[in-house]
């Protein structure tokens, strides 16, 4: 029951956000949603946190603001600028 309510309310969030982004940002931006599961799963069900997924979930954040940033200055997708 938990899972279905926290998958409702994510997927509300999520659609309610969509329109304002381009489709090349929130094809990046979604790639989040395992960090955002992760960081749920210590909150919530007190998942043991170490270093090496803190070190995971920064290099995968990174590489989401990098393509981010690269996608609103109008190069279009990394790698094809």
């Known amino acids: 029951m938990s899972g279905a309510a926290?998958?409702?309310?994510?997927?509300?969030?999520w659609y309610r956000v969509l329109p304002q982004?381009?489709?090349?940002v929130a094809a990046v931006v979604q790639l989040s949603v395992?960090?955002?599961?992760?960081?749920?799963?210590?909150?919530?069900l007190g998942e043991q946190i170490?270093?090496?997924?803190?070190l995971g979930a920064c290099l995968?954040?990174?590489?989401i603001a990098l393509?981010?940033?690269?996608?609103?200055r109008g190069r279009g997708f990394p790698g094809k600028g």
């Open 67 to 72: 393509a981010v940033l690269r996608l609103t």
């Open 60 to 63: 995968v954040l990174g590489g």
């Open 21 to 24: 982004l381009s489709p090349a």
């Open 50 to 54: 170490n270093a090496r997924l803190i």
């Open 6 to 13: 926290t998958s409702g309310l994510g997927y509300a969030l």
């Open 34 to 44: 395992p960090i955002i599961a992760i960081a749920a799963g210590a909150v919530l």
